[in-house]
């Protein structure tokens, strides 16, 4: 079945530290990844959609960044953390039925 | 785009009562349309889905309608209980598109 893994589950960093978050893919090859920000209480913001190896495409404009080296492996990234970075982060592929989820990272910039 | 307008933004309801979450979408040419429960804390998960050459799927205690024409689709929950307290989203996808998501619904179920 098409798993997402998504680490780590929980993360505090500091403003204007680096940020690496990471997911993996199994049960599935060439898969459309993506990365959403969800803000407490808020809904699902698309930050960027990978269709392929290399491939990148971003939503908004924003201090993250994202890669995709491997096509089972998708990374978003920032080299200094803002307070408005926090939120949970989700990492999806499309499925036949639809996105399947990651666990998800909770981010907390002080 | 696809544009997904998700209602009520919350929900309240006695347990056992119904409930229901209405979404309308702008692209025509969308044809599948998922629902997402999301509890506190954790990934969103597909309750249901379906596709635009039906008009209604039944799972249990949770259904779903869309009309087409209208285009619009619509949640249903019956017998509620306290564990269907979650957020809930909608979506819309045009093929080979991605998936528009609704703002979510929080539904409470009192007990």
């Known amino acids: 079945s098409q798993t997402i893994h998504q680490w780590p589950a929980t993360l505090v960093q500091p403003v204007g530290s680096p940020l690496s978050l990471e997911c993996t893919v199994e049960g599935t090859s060439n898969p459309n990844l993506y990365w959403y920000r969800q803000a407490a209480g808020r809904g699902l913001q698309l930050l960027f959609y990978s269709v392929g190896i290399g491939q990148i495409s971003s939503e908004v404009p924003q201090n993250l960044s994202a890669s995709r080296p491997q096509d089972r492996q998708f990374i978003l990234s920032s080299k200094k953390l803002l307070l408005s970075d926090s939120g949970f982060y989700l990492c999806a592929g499309m499925g036949g039925r639809g996105l399947f989820f990651g666990s998800g990272t909770q981010l907390s910039v002080l | 785009g696809e544009n997904v307008e998700q209602h009520p933004s919350t929900l309240s309801v006695q347990e056992g009562d119904s409930a229901v979450i209405k979404c309308t979408y702008s692209?025509?040419?969308?044809?599948?349309f998922p629902w997402y429960k999301q509890e506190l804390g954790k990934r969103p998960q597909l309750i249901i889905d379906?596709?635009?050459?039906?008009g209604e799927k039944k799972d249990q205690r949770i259904a779903v309608t869309l009309n087409k024409t209208a285009k619009h689709f619509s949640l249903h929950i019956t017998e509620t209980q306290p564990e269907d307290s979650a957020v809930y989203f909608c979506?819309?996808?045009?093929?080979?598109?991605?998936?528009?998501f609704g703002g979510g619904t929080r539904l409470m179920v009192k007990p």
């Open positions: 692209d025509s040419a969308s044809n599948y």
């Open positions: 979506a819309a996808r045009r093929a080979g598109n991605m998936l528009t």
């Open positions: 379906i596709r635009s050459n039906v």
